[in-house]
C-alpha cells in the first residue's frame, strides 16, 4: 500500500499554489485599475481603501476554496482525497488537461502584469497631454514680435497677443493653448511641427506688431503643422484711435479658417469693444502683461494696480480693467502680500464696478469669483461663479485651473485632479500646474499618479532645482531618504524657493545628519534679504530643530528666539496668515510656553472658513499633533494622527514633509511616540 501523500504534496495536487499565484497577480492589476478608474467617478479615497482591503481578504478565502473544490469538466466538484493507491488513469488525464488551461491563464495574468509598468512608462496610462488630431481645431498662438524701433514698445505686442488668447478662449469649438506654455518659444521658431507636438495643436499663429508714434501694423499667420503649410495670413494697419477690437477680428478670421463654429452670443462678445480711450487701454495692457508675467512678485502687483487705477480714471466704465484690478486685490489676501480692511474693501470696490458694467462678462464673473474664493472665503458661491466664468469663456485655462485648487481646498479630490487635467489640456508646459499635481496625487494617497505628473514636470523643466526639490520631496514622503539625497544631490536652490530649501533640509532630518542641515540653513539663511522675515522664520525654525536634536540646546533656543521675533512680524501685518500661526505655536512650544502655543493653534484654526478648507485644516490638525507630540500628550498625538492619516493630508504651506506612515516611521520628531505600542499599530494600520 502506498504511503499517504505528504500535506505539501496534497496542496500541489489540489492547486492551492496555482491558485494563490493567480489570484496574487490578478488581485494587483485589479488594484492599479482601481487606483487609475475609480478617481474619475469621485470615488473617494476611503472607498478605494475598502475594495483594496476587500481584495487582500479574498486572498485566504481563495486558497481555502481551492483546497476544498476543484474546477472538471463537469463543473465545480468537491475535491476528493486520495487513497493510498492514488487517482485512477482518467481522473489524472481531466486533471492534467484543466492544468494546462490554468496554466495558460496565469501565463497571460503574468503577461498583462509585466506589461503594466512598461505601459505606464511610455504614458499609455495616466495623464498626458492632449494630441491633435484630423480636423482639430487647436492652436497655439505664439509669442508676437515686436518690430517697433523703440523695444520698450515690446509690452504692446505682448499685450494684443494676450489679448487675442483672451478672445480666442471664448468661442467654444476651439482649442487654444493658453500663454504660459507658448511664452518660452520664440516668435519665429526654426520648426512649427516640433512645437505643434509638443502642444499637442493642430495650427500655430506667428505674429508681428510694429508701432510707431500713433501707427501700428499687425502681422499674423495661421500655419498648419503638418506640412507647415500656410492656412491663412493677414495684415492689419491701424491708429491707437482705432486700434480697438483688433484682436477679435484676429479671432473672428482665425474661426473662419479653421472652419469653427461662432455661436451668436459669441459673435456678440467679440464686437463688444471694452474701451475707446487709447490712453486707457494702453496702460491696461502695461498692467496686463507686468500681472501675467510677475504674478508672483508683490511689487509687480502693486505696479500693475497703479495702472490700472490710472485706466479706471481715463475711462471709468473699462469694465474689463476695473475686472482685473479687482482680481489682482483680491490675490492679496491669499498671497500674503497685504490682508487689510481696506485691500479687502478695495477690491470689492472694483468687483462691484465691473458688475455694474457688463455683469455677465466672463473677466466679471471670473474676478467675482477670485473676490468669493480668495477674500470671502465662500468656497461654494465661488465655484459657481468661476462655472458661469467658464461657459463664457471654455478655454480659459486659469478659470479651470482656480477650480481645481478651489476644489482641493473643499477636500474633492478627485475633482481638482480632473481640472488639474482639464487645465494642462490647454496649458501642457504650464509647471506651476504640473507641480501642484503632483502634490495633489501625493496628498490622496496616489503615487503612482503623482510621479507620472513629475515626469511631465521633468520633461517640461530638466534640471529646474525646484523640480528635483519636487521629487526629493517625493522620495521622502514614501520614506525613501537615500533617493531623495541622490535626487537632490547638487541641488542649489534661489533663497526665495522656501519649499526646496526646507526638502533639503529634511532629506538630512530623515538621514539625522543634523550638523549637515544645521549647516546647510545657515547657508541659505546668509543669502535671505534683511525684509524677508517669512521665508527667515521658517528656515531659522528649521534651524533651530537640528541644534535641538544634536544636544545643543542652547543654540537651539537662540534660533527659535530669533525665529519668533520674524514671525511675529510678518504677523503684525498678516495676523490671518494660518501658516505663519503655525510655525509661531511650534516656536512657543519648543521655548516651553505651552498655554502661547496653543493659544496660537486656536487662532489658526478660526482662520478656517465656516464651510471648511481641507488644506488649512490639515496644516492645523498637522501642527496640533506635533504640540501634543511634544508636551508629551501622547493619547492626544495618537487621536489627531489617526484622524489625518485616514484621509488626503496635504498640507496648505507645503513647508513640512507629507505626513505618510512612511515619513512618520524616518521623521525624528516622532521619537517621543516610537517606543509606544500605538505608533506601530498606527503606522501599520494606514500603510497602503
Known amino acids: 500500500m502506498s504511503a499517504k501523500p505528504s500535506f505539501f504534496a496534497e496542496l500541489q495536487r489540489r492547486r492551492v499554489y496555482k491558485v494563490g499565484a493567480m489570484y496574487c497577480v490578478a488581485g494587483w492589476l485589479l488594484v492599479q485599475i482601481v487606483t487609475q478608474v475609480l478617481p474619475v467617478f469621485d470615488i473617494s479615497t476611503l472607498g478605494q481603501r475598502i475594495l483594496v482591503l476587500i481584495v487582500v481578504a479574498g486572498f485566504p478565502v481563495a486558497l481555502v476554496l481551492a483546497w476544498l473544490f476543484d474546477i472538471t469538466p463537469k463543473g465545480i466538484v468537491r475535491t476528493p482525497d486520495v487513497s493510498g493507491e492514488g487517482e485512477n488513469e482518467a481522473t489524472a488525464r481531466q486533471r492534467s488537461g484543466m492544468d494546462r488551461k490554468l496554466n495558460y491563464l496565469l501565463g497571460i495574468l503574468l503577461l498583462c502584469a509585466c506589461l503594466y509598468p512598461v505601459a505606464e512608462r511610455l504614458g499609455w496610462i495616466?495623464?498626458?497631454?492632449?494630441?491633435?488630431?484630423?480636423?482639430d481645431k487647436s492652436i497655439a498662438v505664439l509669442p508676437f514680435e515686436n518690430l517697433s524701433d523703440d523695444k520698450s514698445n515690446a509690452y504692446f505686442a505682448a499685450g494684443i497677443q494676450d489679448q487675442l488668447l483672451t478672445q480666442l478662449a471664448k468661442i467654444g469649438d476651439l482649442r487654444v493653448i493658453s500663454r504660459s506654455s507658448t511664452r518660452q518659444y520664440a516668435s519665429k521658431p526654426g520648426s512649427v511641427a516640433d512645437i505643434a507636438h509638443q502642444l499637442g495643436v493642430a495650427y500655430v499663429l506667428e505674429g508681428s506688431v510694429q508701432k510707431a508714434g500713433n501707427s501700428v501694423r499687425i502681422n499674423v499667420q495661421l500655419i498648419r503643422a503638418a506640412g507647415q503649410e500656410h492656412r491663412w495670413a493677414e495684415t492689419y494697419d491701424r491708429t491707437l484711435?482705432?486700434?480697438?477690437?483688433?484682436?477679435?477680428?484676429?479671432?473672428?478670421?482665425?474661426?473662419?479658417?479653421?472652419?469653427?463654429?461662432?455661436?451668436?452670443?459669441?459673435?456678440?462678445?467679440?464686437?463688444?469693444?471694452?474701451?475707446?480711450?487709447?490712453?486707457?487701454?494702453?496702460?491696461?495692457?502695461?498692467?496686463?502683461?507686468l500681472y501675467n508675467m510677475h504674478a508672483e512678485s508683490a511689487a509687480a502687483a502693486s505696479q500693475a494696480e497703479g495702472l490700472l487705477r490710472e485706466a479706471v480714471s481715463l475711462d471709468p466704465d473699462f469694465s474689463t480693467a476695473w475686472a482685473l484690478l479687482a482680481e489682482i486685490k483680491a490675490a492679496e489676501s491669499i498671497e500674503d502680500w497685504d490682508t487689510s480692511d481696506v485691500g479687502r474693501a478695495e477690491a470689492l470696490h472694483a468687483v462691484q464696478q465691473a458688475q455694474r458694467l457688463r455683469p455677465s462678462a466672463a473677466e466679471t464673473l471670473a474676478a467675482q469669483a477670485y473676490y468669493q474664493f480668495y477674500v470671502g472665503r465662500d468656497y461654494e458661491a465661488a465655484g459657481r461663479s468661476f462655472e458661469l466664468a467658464l461657459r463664457q469663456a471654455p478655454g480659459n485655462a486659469d478659470t479651470i485651473s482656480a477650480l481645481a485648487f478651489l476644489s482641493r481646498r473643499q477636500g474633492r479630490w478627485p475633482r481638482s485632479l480632473d481640472y488639474f487635467d482639464q487645465a494642462l489640456a490647454l496649458d501642457p508646459r504650464n509647471l506651476e500646474y504640473l507641480d501642484q499635481a503632483v502634490t495633489t496625487a501625493a496628498g490622496t494617497g496616489n503615487f503612482d499618479l503623482a510621479w507620472r505628473y513629475y515626469q511631465r514636470c521633468r520633461d517640461v523643466a530638466p534640471g529646474e532645482p525646484s523640480v528635483q526639490g519636487l521629487g526629493g520631496w517625493l522620495h521622502l514622503a514614501q520614506g525613501r531618504p537615500d533617493l531623495a539625497e541622490s535626487l537632490l544631490n547638487g541641488v542649489a536652490a534661489d533663497p526665495s524657493d522656501l519649499r526646496t530649501i526646507l526638502v533639503l533640509g529634511f532629506q538630512q532630518l530623515f538621514q539625522r545628519h543634523y550638523a549637515e542641515g544645521a549647516a546647510l540653513m545657515r547657508k541659505y539663511l546668509e543669502r535671505l534679504q534683511p525684509a524677508q522675515h517669512r521665508e527667515h522664520a521658517f528656515l531659522v525654525f528649521q534651524l533651530g530643530e537640528f541644534q535641538r536634536m544634536s544636544g545643543d540646546t542652547d543654540a537651539a533656543r537662540a534660533s527659535y528666539r530669533q525665529a519668533g521675533a520674524d514671525a511675529a512680524e510678518v504677523l503684525a501685518e498678516q495676523p490671518r496668515n494660518a501658516a505663519l500661526l503655525n510655525r509661531q505655536a511650534l516656536i512657543h512650544a519648543r521655548l516651553g510656553d505651552m498655554a502661547a502655543a496653543m493659544d496660537d493653534s486656536r487662532r489658526a484654526m478660526q482662520t478656517v472658513p465656516p464651510g471648511g478648507d481641507a488644506l488649512t485644516l490639515a496644516t492645523t490638525q498637522y501642527t496640533l499633533a506635533r504640540?501634543?507630540?511634544?508636551?508629551?500628550?501622547?493619547?492626544?498625538?495618537?487621536?489627531?494622527?489617526?484622524?489625518?492619516?485616514?484621509?488626503?493630508?496635504?498640507?496648505?504651506?507645503?513647508?513640512?514633509?507629507?505626513?505618510?506612515?512612511?515619513?512618520?516611521?524616518?521623521?525624528?520628531?516622532?521619537?517621543?511616540?516610537?517606543?509606544?505600542?500605538?505608533?506601530?499599530?498606527?503606522?501599520?494600520?494606514?500603510?497602503?
Open 627 to 688: 504640540l501634543q507630540a511634544a508636551a508629551g500628550d501622547r493619547d492626544g498625538a495618537f487621536k489627531t494622527l489617526g484622524g489625518l492619516l485616514s484621509g488626503p493630508t496635504l498640507s496648505d504651506s507645503e513647508f513640512d514633509p507629507l505626513l505618510t506612515p512612511a515619513s512618520l516611521r524616518l521623521n525624528p520628531e516622532w521619537d517621543g511616540l516610537r517606543q509606544d505600542a500605538r505608533f506601530g499599530k498606527l503606522v501599520e494600520g494606514h500603510s497602503q
Open 241 to 289: 484711435d482705432n486700434i480697438f477690437g483688433v484682436e477679435s477680428e484676429v479671432a473672428e478670421a482665425i474661426t473662419q479658417a479653421l472652419n469653427a463654429r461662432l455661436s451668436g452670443a459669441e459673435k456678440q462678445e467679440l464686437a463688444t469693444r471694452a474701451t475707446h480711450n487709447p490712453a486707457a487701454w494702453d496702460n491696461y495692457l502695461r498692467a496686463l502683461v
Open 126 to 135: 495616466g495623464p498626458k497631454p492632449a494630441v491633435a488630431t484630423d480636423g
